[in-house]
């Protein structure tokens, strides 16, 4: 078998990583300035401020953790070298943050289009979203740099309008009431804002390598940086112009944790679209005041549910990552044939959906949100600092670990302050340890089951003719997704032209696990299945199989075609239907679009 080596296509540039990271990180506005408001009236922007600094600390620590992991600093996967547990229970605040991410994004998006019980759109679109992950859509960078850019723009022009009532805002600012535990309790209430920053450090197995780096030492630095500071930039610059714009904003009263305007009640879950109905209209007119508003409310929510479907994807890759690694039990890696984990699938919808059906307000769904984010980023600031290990400055090692230290204060403060997040996320913790010990136990089982098995029982390997002598033309590459009249042409053709055949099979998965990056056809009934047959179609002819799993099945197939030094690139048609290919998008148009000119594109229907 030639010699295959899994990997993830190294193909997110730095624009693309800022859309993947603005998707989620960039949501936060949305709904914190209002919250904050909510919280502290109007001088909240004190506490926006703090808030927006604490993001600018974060932000520096997590330049930090990609320059150390280019293979993904994500808190499962950085600290799982130094403790298991430590790893597990980060990972479980983690998926309790991504349970809210979609719960609160998707409220969120209604909140703004202004319908009527907004949960239970939510819950809809929840359960829409999750339904359509069963064909595993692909969540590319451009996909997420079409929705970033316009809600950019969009937050671009409503600080330049904000700018005309800086003085008014200034005027109308008012220093923190009460005393520090009061101020500090409105404070630990807004820090949800630091969500999604985990987005980037989880990005940089497939960002693309700096120049003079390779794959056997990997550096991402150039990319990591400029997706970061650029996106770090927008957060933290606009959402404290526009925490301090609001209060520009008069006669705004806050009454039972919600916030009236005149002529509109209930305005701090769409504040931003509140805002821009008054600044513009106040420049353009009324009318121009109203279309501002839809369009931020129309903008918001598209960049609020593909926040969504990122948190749903997500809530999938880990808890299949997290099954391979013996943690979950088997049921989260098995897959369907669209190489999605159907469990992991469901429990990603459900959850959230009941989740935003049960909270319904956005106050309440902030307060469990912050827990698990909180939690999550102090787990890996925490054991990356004290790893000595890394080698990191001092300097670094320091400010990482002051970090940790506001981190942990933040998280046990929502514990003594946040019943209901307290209760949530022990929940999430002691439902996670019970699974993780029912895998450990089953894998266990397993293993005493299979030994006497593989002992006495030898799989049937397939023989091929290795000898690529024995054909003398320029090779081919046919990529197959099962036996059959693809299968067969390519064979006939290399027999017919005299050339060698490289016959590769994909393995298809949403995530790859560090035992997928090991796997050979002959661990892979389904692989051993087609090379018998094709074994048998070759009759003495060189055939020589190609394996690999993959997340991104076009990038493999043009990187194994170059590899062998192909002379054709032999596929079989497309036989999904036109909506299935718009969910995962069309394979055989993103191999003619990756392969190199010298090699043509054969498909055979």
Not at 444 to 470: D, G, L, N, S
Request: charged letters at 15%; one cysteine or more; hydrophobic letters at 50%.
């Amino acid at each position: 078998m030639i010699a295959s080596e899994t990997k993830r296509p190294r193909n997110v540039d730095w624009k693309s990583a800022a859309a993947i990271l603005y998707g989620d990180w960039g949501t936060s506005k949305a709904y914190v300035v209002g919250l904050a408001f909510a919280a502290a009236g109007y001088s909240s922007f004190w506490l926006i401020a703090a808030m927006c600094a604490l993001t600018a600390l974060v932000g520096m620590n997590y330049l930090i953790l990609c320059k150390h992991y280019p293979e993904g600093g994500g808190v499962y996967a950085s600290v799982r070298h130094r403790s298991e547990i430590i790893s597990i229970v980060g990972a479980f605040l983690l998926i309790a943050d991504y349970i809210v991410t979609a719960a609160i994004s998707a409220l969120s998006a209604f909140q703004y289009l202004g319908v009527g019980h907004p949960e239970m759109f939510a819950a809809g679109a929840i359960l829409l979203i999750g339904g359509l992950n069963y064909f595993g859509p692909k969540h590319t960078g451009g996909m997420a740099f079409l929705v970033a850019v316009p809600t950019m723009l969009v937050v671009v022009i409503l600080g330049a309008f904000a700018l005309p009532h800086m003085g008014a805002a200034i005027h109308n600012l008012q220093p923190l009431h009460g005393g520090f535990m009061e101020n500090w309790k409105g404070f630990v209430g807004i820090v949800l804002a630091l969500s999604g920053v985990e987005a980037i450090a989880n990005s940089t197995g497939v960002m693309k390598l700096d120049p003079g780096s390779s794959d056997a030492k990997p550096s991402v630095t150039k990319t990591s940086n400029k997706a970061l500071i650029v996106v770090a930039l927008e957060v933290c610059g606009f959402t404290a112009l526009l925490g301090l714009a609001m209060s520009a904003l008069p006669g705004l009263e806050v009454a039972g944790g919600d916030v009236n305007a005149p002529g509109a009640e209930g305005v701090r879950d769409y504040m931003l679209r509140y805002m821009a109905q008054v600044f513009v209209g106040n420049s353009l007119g009324a009318v121009a005041g109203h279309i501002a508003a839809w369009t931020v409310s129309i903008v918001f929510g598209f960049l609020l549910l593909s926040a969504v479907n990122t948190a749903i994807g997500a809530l999938i890759s880990i808890m299949y990552l997290m099954s391979r690694d013996h943690e979950l039990p088997p049921v989260f890696s098995k897959l369907n044939s669209y190489g999605v984990p159907n469990a992991g699938m469901v429990v990603a919808a459900i959850i959230p959906m009941v989740l935003v059906i049960a909270v319904k307000d956005m106050a309440g769904l902030a307060d469990l949100y912050a827990v698990g984010v909180v939690g999550a980023i102090a787990t890996n600031l925490g054991a990356s600092a004290t790893d000595g290990k890394l080698g990191l400055f001092r300097w670094e090692r320091v400010m990482m670990f002051i970090t940790f230290l506001i981190m942990l204060v933040i998280e046990i403060s929502l514990f003594v302050d946040k019943p209901a997040a307290r209760v949530f996320a022990v929940t999430i913790l002691a439902i996670g340890l019970i699974l993780r010990g029912l895998a450990v136990e089953h894998a266990k089982r397993k293993e005493k089951a299979e030994a006497p098995a593989i002992a006495t029982v030898t799989m049937p390997i397939p023989k091929f003719q290795h000898e690529i002598t024995t054909a003398t033309g320029a090779p081919l590459l046919c990529a197959i997704r099962g036996t059959g009249r693809t299968m067969k042409f390519a064979i006939e053709e290399a027999r017919e032209t005299n050339r060698p055949l490289y016959l590769l099979y994909v393995r298809e998965q949403p995530v790859l696990a560090e035992g997928d990056r090991r796997r050979k056809w002959q661990q892979d009934p389904e692989a051993v299945r087609i090379f018998t047959e094709a074994s048998d179609l070759a009759d003495g002819h060189t055939v020589l199989p190609c394996y690999a799993v993959s997340d991104s099945p076009a990038d493999t197939i043009v990187d194994i075609a170059a590899t062998v030094g192909a002379s054709r690139v032999i596929l079989g048609g497309p036989k999904r239907s036109g909506l299935i290919s718009a969910l995962r998008g069309n394979v055989i148009r993103q191999i003619s679009q990756l392969l190199p000119e010298e090699i043509p594109l054969l498909v055979y229907s």
